[in-house]
């Protein structure tokens, strides 16, 4: 990969790129909704917006980059949106296909009620105005896994409009405050899925599966808030999350059931956008960032060396870690868009325009979905924070990796410890031990009741907190054996014999005599030494708190109370 | 019957990717550019491959245009002619799919189960590459 001329750093926080690519937002407007700070990074400089903190001097290049998202969800359902045929995954191929999935004449659609359910659940969860008539329409073009030479889409008047995502993104030095940012939802429409292309170069030939053509997929277009890698990623992983919650889609980037495909352009703030390219072929939340900070470095390098943007379509290299522009895209399409006309206008009610003695299969109440719809990640967030008094990045790890909000849940459930103490334990010795050796949590050694069995020795101090650790590091070799197990095996109880400490206590302090006169001298970390030694005495069986409250009731008594 | 002959004139063959430059033609109306049309052979996989093909879709825009004498002022544009039927709605079930192999039957050429097609799509020559028209 060619040197960057610029250097900035996505992979620290955007605080780094703010300087570069000062703040576009402010000929926008600020964003609605909630607390977002979009006056980014900086957290030193906290409040001060950009050009203010830091004039551009003349001939200086002060770049804005600007990123619009066009993602694509499958709709987790039984059935095609316009055919009864079946969504599955991996099965043989064009065995999921019917007549009207291979775009035999005379075949008509019909709509399934479950994907217009989805929609609407989701145009809600993301704050949309759901329209009340959406419209289908045809949009033309060729492709071999596109078999009727359109696809039925909503491109006049969308199912819902006008909405926003608010995600949570980590700013400052530490990058541990979590700060909330919001991106407007242009619009969501339900649309057909085209079949998939095997590329046989070989032999100069293409091999079609027809098994994904017409399963439901919502389209959904955000406007172009977003500024680099980092918050788009951070944006599409919330996006997953609600639509995992709302179990409108499964949507795995790996599986193909959500896309994104990202359009970029650079500008100078103040002056109009500059040309965008289409950045397609990214299949993980990773690549996503990846893929969109060389799009912005490629760009503001080309037009520094006094070149020119194409309005092109470039798909991400994900191993040479680059953009590169697709074959097959002759210019700008003309989709010839018509009305679909085999399909009336898609007509949804709420609880006031409800006709009555309608069948209920065949209208859809909003408002019924609105008060079915369940927990989002944000309120989920929310309730952690409230009831578990977590810190809110907490509550955002808790909820990033997969699993592990439930693991967590578990170990509440089963053990005594105060939620602070568990949340400290999955959140750092836990993910910690995950992390070191890249293991998701359901491939965990550790159960959550394992954990909750530990938490509960540490809670009746049965154990000391360094003992908890080296049980966890025993747990985690997953050799069968329960943490009381391990415990007595090793060794690791307490000692709760008050008098043999005082003995210990007492001896220690008669063979450092020095130590004891550094200590009535009034040196605070003398006692730290004599409890040191006390704790290497025992083993590291005793508690330190409790050596030390020996020690000092002994000091106390100038060593004239003798142990009994 | 027009519009039917305008089908059929617009129904020529693939073959021959041959370009008309009205511009050139004293006998063109210059409605219809030379550009319109090579756009439009894209994106319909059509072949204008006479003056007479162009000459009817001229005549056919003509017809379709007097549709600007009736008066639209104030009045909803119709949607289709479907708009206040009701759309109905299927419940997710499975009830279709699994005959792979009578869908085959109708692809010329099969690998293992998959159909075969081209490789990407086939790009049309530009207007300039193309020989010019021979007038008739």
Same mark, same amino acid.
């Given at each position: 990969m060619a040197a960057p001329v610029l250097r900035w750093g996505c992979s620290g926080t955007c605080s780094a790129l703010a300087w570069v690519?000062?703040?576009?937002?402010?000929?926008?407007?600020?964003?609605?909704?909630?607390?977002?700070?979009?006056?980014?990074?900086?957290?030193? +400089?906290?409040?001060?917006p950009l050009h203010t903190a830091r004039k551009p001097r003349k001939g200086e290049h002060e770049w804005a980059a600007v990123v619009g998202l066009e993602i694509h969800a499958q709709i987790s359902s039984n059935s095609k949106l316009f055919s009864g045929s079946q969504v599955c995954f991996a099965a043989p191929p064009n065995s999921l296909v019917s007549f009207f999935d291979a775009s035999l004449p005379g075949t008509l659609p019909v709509l399934n009620r479950r994907c217009v359910e989805a929609a609407v659940m989701t145009g809600l969860a993301l704050n949309c105005h759901i329209n009340k008539k959406?419209?289908?329409?045809?949009?033309?073009?060729?492709?071999?896994?596109?078999?009727?030479?359109?696809?039925?889409?909503?491109?006049?008047?969308?199912?819902?409009?006008?909405?926003?995502?608010?995600?949570?993104? *980590?700013?400052?030095?530490?990058?541990?405050?979590?700060?909330?940012?919001?991106?407007?939802?242009?619009?969501?429409?339900?649309?057909?899925?085209?079949?998939?292309?095997?590329?046989?170069?070989?032999?100069?030939?293409?091999?079609?599966?027809?098994?994904?053509?017409?399963?439901?997929?919502?389209?959904?277009?955000?406007?172009?808030?977003?500024? *680099?890698?980092?918050?788009?990623?951070?944006?599409?992983?919330?996006?997953?999350?609600?639509?995992?919650?709302?179990?409108?889609?499964?949507?795995?980037?790996?599986?193909?059931?959500?896309?994104?495909?990202?359009?970029?352009?650079?500008?100078?703030?103040?002056?109009?956008?500059?040309?965008?390219?289409?950045?397609?072929?990214?299949?993980?939340?990773?690549? +996503?960032?990846?893929?969109?900070?060389?799009?912005?470095?490629?760009?503001?390098?080309?037009?520094?060396?006094?070149?020119?943007?194409?309005?092109?379509?470039?798909s991400f290299d994900y191993k040479l870690? *680059?953009?590169?522009?697709?074959?097959?895209?002759?210019?700008?399409?003309?989709?010839?868009?018509?009305?679909?006309p085999n399909l009336p206008p898609l007509l949804l009610y709420d609880a006031t325009s409800l006709p009555a003695g309608a069948d209920s299969q065949q209208v859809i109440n909003i408002d019924q979905i609105r008060e079915r719809l369940p927990e989002l990640p944000s309120v989920t967030r929310e309730r952690l924070v409230q009831q578990y008094g977590m810190l809110p990045e907490h509550s955002f790890t808790l909820l990033n990796e997969v699993g592990l909000l439930?693991?967590?849940?578990?170990?509440?459930?089963?053990?005594?410890?105060?939620?602070?103490?568990?949340?400290?334990?999955?959140l750092n010795t836990f993910l910690g031990y995950l992390k070191q050796q890249n293991l998701a949590v359901r491939e965990s050694p550790v159960t959550a009741s394992a954990l909750a069995e530990l938490l509960d020795l540490l809670d009746s101090k049965a154990i000391s907190s360094s003992a908890a650790k080296q049980v966890f590091e025993e747990l985690w070799k997953n050799e069968g054996k329960t943490p009381s197990q391990i415990v007595s095996e090793k060794k690791l109880e307490l000692m709760q014999d008050q008098e043999a400490l005082e003995q210990l206590c007492h001896s220690v302090m008669q063979g450092h005599p020095q130590v004891v006169m550094d200590v009535k001298k009034g040196n605070p970390r003398a006692i730290n030494k004599l409890i040191g030694l006390v704790r290497k005495a025992t083993l590291s069986r005793a508690d330190p708190a409790v050596i030390k409250a020996t020690l000092e009731k002994q000091l106390s008594c100038h060593g004239s109370c003798p142990p009994a | 019957?027009?519009?039917?002959?305008?089908?059929?004139?617009?129904?020529?063959?693939?073959?021959?990717?041959?370009?008309?430059?009205?511009?050139?033609?004293?006998?063109?109306?210059?409605?219809?550019?030379?550009?319109?049309?090579?756009?439009?052979?894209?994106?319909?996989?059509?072949?204008?491959?006479?003056?007479?093909?162009?000459?009817?879709?001229?005549?056919?825009?003509?017809?379709?245009?007097?549709?600007?004498?009736?008066?639209?002022?104030?009045?909803?544009?119709?949607?289709?002619?479907?708009?206040?039927?009701? +759309?109905?709605?299927?419940?997710?079930?499975?009830?279709?799919?699994? *005959?792979?192999?009578?869908?085959?039957?109708?692809?010329?050429?099969?690998?293992?189960?998959?159909?075969?097609?081209?490789?990407?799509?086939?790009?049309?020559?530009k207007l300039d590459e193309q020989e010019p028209f021979p007038h008739s």
């Open positions: 690519y000062g703040v576009s937002r402010r000929r926008r407007g600020a964003p609605t909704g909630s607390t977002s700070n979009w006056i980014r990074g900086q957290s030193s +400089l906290a409040q001060q959406s419209l289908f329409d045809r949009k033309h073009y060729f492709y071999a896994d596109l078999p009727a030479g359109y696809q039925i889409t909503q491109q006049r008047l969308p199912i819902a409009v006008n909405g926003s995502l608010t995600y949570g993104i *980590c700013v400052g030095k530490t990058r541990r405050q979590v700060t909330a940012r919001t991106v407007r939802v242009k619009q969501i429409q339900l649309e057909q899925d085209s079949g998939k292309s095997l590329h046989d170069d070989l032999r100069s030939q293409t091999l079609v599966d027809l098994n994904r053509a017409g399963i439901g997929l919502l389209e959904l277009v955000l406007e172009p808030d977003l500024s *680099c890698g980092e918050e788009a990623a951070t944006a599409v992983r919330e996006l997953q999350l609600i639509l995992q919650a709302l179990g409108t889609s499964q949507a795995n980037m790996a599986e193909g059931q959500l896309r994104v495909d990202a359009n970029v352009s650079v500008h100078h703030p103040g002056e109009p956008l500059g040309v965008r390219t289409e950045v397609k072929n990214l299949n993980s939340i990773r690549f +996503l960032a990846k893929a969109i900070d060389y799009e912005i470095q490629r760009q503001i390098k080309e037009l520094e060396d006094g070149g020119e943007i194409l309005n092109e379509t470039r870690g *680059c953009t590169v522009p697709m074959r097959d895209k002759e210019g700008k399409q003309d989709y010839r868009f018509m009305p679909e439930e693991f967590f849940q578990n170990v509440i459930k089963e053990t005594r410890a105060e939620p602070k103490k568990v949340t400290s334990w999955v | 019957m027009w519009a039917r002959a305008v089908w059929l004139g617009l129904r020529a063959p693939l073959g021959g990717r041959r370009g008309f430059t009205s511009k050139a033609d004293p006998q063109g109306s210059g409605r219809v550019t030379a550009d319109v049309i090579e756009h439009l052979e894209r994106l319909a996989l059509v072949d204008f491959g006479s003056r007479e093909a162009v000459a009817r879709l001229e005549k056919a825009i003509a017809f379709a245009d007097r549709l600007h004498a009736v008066h639209t002022d104030g009045v909803e544009p119709m949607e289709s002619v479907l708009e206040d039927r009701c +759309l109905y709605l299927r419940s997710d079930n499975v009830v279709e799919g699994n *005959c792979a192999e009578e869908l085959l039957q109708n692809s010329h050429r099969v690998v293992e189960e998959y159909f075969v097609a081209p490789p990407g799509n086939i790009s049309l020559p």
